[in-house]
């Protein structure tokens, strides 16, 4: 996630694609040059021409990354997932524990406009949310380490969910030998409508709902 983390156009165009060739093997989408800057609404903002340059520019830093391959089709361009891993690598779908960490996000995702309606850290928390257990802790002063995220673009992200009530945040103090007083206080996290874990293992009940993607530093 690090590559991507500052650049929003990318993780959108990202996301995009990984949903749309991620299903069956072997991992192609094909949509014609049009269809492809309508799907990531760079059409909403810019003129025709605009939108198409632009999708163009940021398909080819996935490209550089070597996190995609793009291929023209006569009218259409194909795009072919490659490994998160950013080495070239053939892509694998992961289908259980052992194949590494991956995530699930729904289709929801974009059916109800989140893709637009979310911000960059917003939609980076949102990822990291997702590959966490459906309680979890995530100390803001490790994000960076972790992540590859500043702590301010994390407490920013965190936050714009809780008050889309897409995450819900409680604390309670632990016992924690570092403090002065014994006591630190600890924030745990959980997300709630599309994206909790009951929606989401609904969702990938439901063919086609769901695609998965690598946890790691992408």
């Given at each position: 996630m690090a590559r991507l983390a500052r650049d929003s156009s990318a993780l959108d165009a990202y996301l995009l694609i990984h949903a749309l060739a991620s299903?069956?093997?072997p991992y192609v989408a094909h949509y014609p040059a049009a269809t492809w800057t309508q799907l990531a609404r760079l059409d909403e903002a810019a003129t025709f021409d605009a939108?198409?340059?632009?999708?163009?520019?940021?398909?080819?830093k996935l490209v550089t990354l070597k996190l995609v391959e793009r291929e023209r089709k006569g009218n259409d361009v194909q795009y072919r997932l490659l490994h998160e891993a950013a080495d070239g690598a053939e892509y694998t779908r992961p289908r259980k524990g052992a194949d590494g960490h991956w995530l699930r996000?729904?289709?929801?995702y974009w059916l109800d406009g989140f893709d637009a309606s979310l911000s960059h850290p917003e939609k980076l928390m949102?990822?990291?949310?997702?590959d966490q257990q459906e309680n979890f802790v995530l100390p803001l002063n490790q994000s960076s380490k972790w992540?590859?995220?500043?702590?301010a673009t994390a407490r920013r992200?965190?936050?714009?969910?809780?008050?889309?009530?897409l995450l819900r945040a409680w604390s309670s103090f632990v016992p924690s030998p570092r403090s002065p007083t014994g006591w630190m206080q600890e924030f745990t996290y959980t997300l709630l409508g599309p994206f909790s874990l009951a929606a989401v293992e609904k969702a990938a009940a439901t063919r086609g709902r769901v695609f998965f993607t690598d946890g790691s530093d992408t």
């Amino acid at each position: 996630m690090a590559r991507l983390a500052r650049d929003s156009s990318a993780l959108d165009a990202y996301l995009l694609i990984h949903a749309l060739a991620s299903s069956s093997e072997p991992y192609v989408a094909h949509y014609p040059a049009a269809t492809w800057t309508q799907l990531a609404r760079l059409d909403e903002a810019a003129t025709f021409d605009a939108a198409k340059s632009r999708w163009s520019k940021v398909v080819s830093k996935l490209v550089t990354l070597k996190l995609v391959e793009r291929e023209r089709k006569g009218n259409d361009v194909q795009y072919r997932l490659l490994h998160e891993a950013a080495d070239g690598a053939e892509y694998t779908r992961p289908r259980k524990g052992a194949d590494g960490h991956w995530l699930r996000l729904p289709y929801s995702y974009w059916l109800d406009g989140f893709d637009a309606s979310l911000s960059h850290p917003e939609k980076l928390m949102l990822l990291i949310a997702l590959d966490q257990q459906e309680n979890f802790v995530l100390p803001l002063n490790q994000s960076s380490k972790w992540y590859g995220l500043s702590e301010a673009t994390a407490r920013r992200g965190l936050r714009g969910l809780e008050d889309k009530e897409l995450l819900r945040a409680w604390s309670s103090f632990v016992p924690s030998p570092r403090s002065p007083t014994g006591w630190m206080q600890e924030f745990t996290y959980t997300l709630l409508g599309p994206f909790s874990l009951a929606a989401v293992e609904k969702a990938a009940a439901t063919r086609g709902r769901v695609f998965f993607t690598d946890g790691s530093d992408t």
